[in-house]
Each structure stands twice: as C-alpha cells, then as structure tokens.
C-alpha cells in the first residue's frame, strides 16, 4: 500500500504558456522539470463515485486501485488556488481483470518534478534521477498534465502527491508547495480542486 497526502486542481483547456513553460524550465538554484511523456490510462467507468478510482496503467497489466481515507482540517494555497489536504491509499494488482466493464481512456502528456525532505524544507531530484518509488523514501512529486477523454476535449490538471509515513506527508506536501511559491510562479486562476475520481464523476461518459 502507498499512502499519500495531496492537492490537485483541474482547468478546462490548456494551460498557459507562460505557466507552462514556467513549470518546465531550470532556475538559478533548481534544475528543468523532467521531459514530458505521453500516456494513456484506462479508468473504471463508474458514474457518480468520487472516492475510488480503478484503472489500468497505460496499457500494461497492472490495475491500480486507489481509494479515499480523509479530507484532513488543513487547507493550501497556491496563488489564488485553495484546496483542502486529502490522504489517498493506492494498491497495484496484477490480478484484477478489466477486459469485460466499461473503461474511460484518458490521453496524459505530463511533465513532473520530484522532491525529497531535507532538513525543514525538501530538496528537487535532478531530471535523470530515477523517479522515487513509495517502498524506498518519502518523496512529493509535482505534475502539470495537459489530459483530454473520449470527446478529445482538452484539460489540465496540476497535482501534488506526498507519499511515505502518515506522520511526515503532510509537512512534506506543505514544504513542496512552498518551494514551487518561491520560485514565482505565473498567476494562475482559481482551477477545480479535487481527485481524478470526482473530475471524472463530472464529465459524463
């Protein structure tokens, strides 16, 4: 099991290009976000649940189940972006089939960047580090995904996932967020805040 603490908001359309390429780009003191990649995930077609997400990673074997625990009394900012801190568990199977229900193909072109916890702020992972896994160290990694579903509408999503330790995620997510601050990002305005489960209760297919 991986536990998480996160923040996530979704926009309709694209981002813009000056967040996106702020998002992209090295600093003075941080490296350029990892190249972006292109993926398509299969989601459980389960209208109205917002608390579970089931879906088959980008065409491979693996199921990953996710389920809700608690929105915790604690809510972030970025910009004019507010959203509450929900704690997420997620399990891998390579057992469960979901070749006879309906599934949600959902196209992500994502670029992302990772932290780690170092002292009472984190430190950002180089590019070409390997992409920290749940079972080694705590970690928060940040992601701006351009996503589109079966109407090839297009949307975008930033997202915030802290993973390790319950006692230490939530502080790590909350140091994460504050580093991405000091770096100026572009204004943004105020996106949806919620779980790709509740995103997609609201669109309908």
């Not at 000056?18 to 972006?36: C, I, N, S, V």
């Not at 989601?43 to 065409?59: F, H, M, N, P, V």
């Not at 625990?69 to 910009?79: D, E, K, P, S, Y």
């Amino acid at each position: 099991m991986r536990l998480s603490a996160e923040l996530r908001w979704f926009w309709e359309g694209k981002p813009t290009i000056e967040f996106e390429q702020w998002f992209a780009a090295a600093g003075q003191d941080w490296h350029a976000a990892r190249p972006a990649k292109t993926r398509l995930d299969d989601y459980l077609a389960d209208q109205g649940q917002t608390e579970l997400g089931i879906k088959r990673c980008s065409g491979g074997s693996i199921v990953e189940v996710k389920g809700f625990i608690a929105a915790r009394n604690h809510t972030l900012a970025f910009g004019n972006c507010t959203a509450s801190v929900e704690l997420w568990a997620k399990w891998p199977s390579c057992a469960l089939d979901l070749s006879c229900v309906r599934l949600i193909t959902i196209e992500k072109r994502r670029s992302m960047r990772a932290f780690q916890p170092k002292g009472a702020g984190v430190r950002e992972l180089p590019p070409n580090a390997e992409e920290p896994r749940a079972d080694t160290a705590p970690a928060c990694n940040v992601e701006l995904t351009r996503i589109s579903g079966p109407d090839r509408s297009p949307w975008w999503t930033l997202g915030l996932e802290a993973f390790g330790a319950l006692e230490q995620i939530e502080g790590l997510l909350a140091a994460t967020l504050a580093e991405l601050e000091r770096r100026n990002p572009p204004p943004l305005t105020n996106g949806q805040a919620c779980s790709y489960p509740a995103w997609l209760a609201t669109q309908g297919w």
